[in-house]
């Protein structure tokens, strides 16, 4: 398998234009997560779904941000409009039920808001 | 918010020395895993520990675990340039897949 697959891996748009990041999980994992990553917050959970279903979405910071998972076998995470501050690291990450596995991570997408 | 809190933050040493992070939580986890980040690079699992275990070794690698203090350490030993990265320890829960991180440390061997 050719692990958890996102793009694009960079992204600079401008501030009010749409971004769509997509994520590909490992085939076979039923959970999958988006996180952020900045310097100033770390790494912060935005949503996960489990067999495509949103379980949590608390992590999503404003309603800017939404999230689907139309199978198992992709996921896209959408922010409209951008802001500089929306500026970071998108991570993917996907995991097999089994009450406490490891989760496989994408390269991740930086996200560049001017 | 972030769950785990790391110390110390960056950590330097020379190469063949042990390397020492440790991590605390705030609330009853399911187990606890440790996590290395490459720059520029997404997360690779090292070591899960599950909440009734108390220390695991993998290869070069010593996880501790005390949940009556909630914190747990990762010891690398005869540490090499290669191991320069950063560490996170993430926190998973009972009854879901949901994995909080912490602030992570960041680790340079020198050679």
């Known amino acids: 398998d050719a692990g958890v697959i996102q793009s694009p891996r960079h992204e600079v748009t401008e501030m009010g234009q749409e971004v769509t990041l997509r994520c590909k999980p490992i085939s076979g994992h039923n959970s999958l997560f988006w996180y952020r990553q900045t310097m100033m917050r770390g790494l912060e959970l935005l949503i996960y779904?489990?067999?495509?279903?949103?379980?949590?979405d608390s992590g999503m910071p404003e309603d800017r941000f939404s999230a689907k998972m139309p199978n198992a076998s992709f996921s896209t995470l959408k922010i409209q409009p951008s802001e500089p501050r929306d500026s970071a690291v998108y991570f993917c990450?996907?995991?097999?039920?089994?009450?406490?596995?490891?989760?496989?991570f994408g390269q991740g997408t930086r996200l560049t808001v001017v | 918010s972030q769950q785990g809190e790391e110390d110390p933050q960056a950590l330097s040493i020379q190469e063949g020395e042990n390397a020492t992070m440790n991590c605390s939580y705030k609330?009853?986890?399911?187990?606890l895993q440790w996590y290395r980040q490459n720059s520029g690079r997404g997360l690779v699992h090292l070591i899960l520990i599950r909440s009734n275990e108390r220390e695991k070794h993998s290869g070069r690698l010593r996880v501790t675990l005390d949940t009556s203090k909630k914190s747990s350490s990762l010891l690398i030993t005869a540490s090499r340039a290669a191991d320069t990265a950063s560490y996170f320890c993430a926190t998973g829960f009972y009854n879901t897949d949901k994995l909080i991180f912490g602030t992570g440390t960041r680790l340079q061997v020198f050679p």
């Open positions: 779904f489990n067999n495509n279903v949103p379980i949590d």
């Open positions: 609330t009853s986890i399911n187990n």
């Open positions: 990450a996907s995991s097999y039920t089994g009450g406490g596995t490891e989760a496989f």
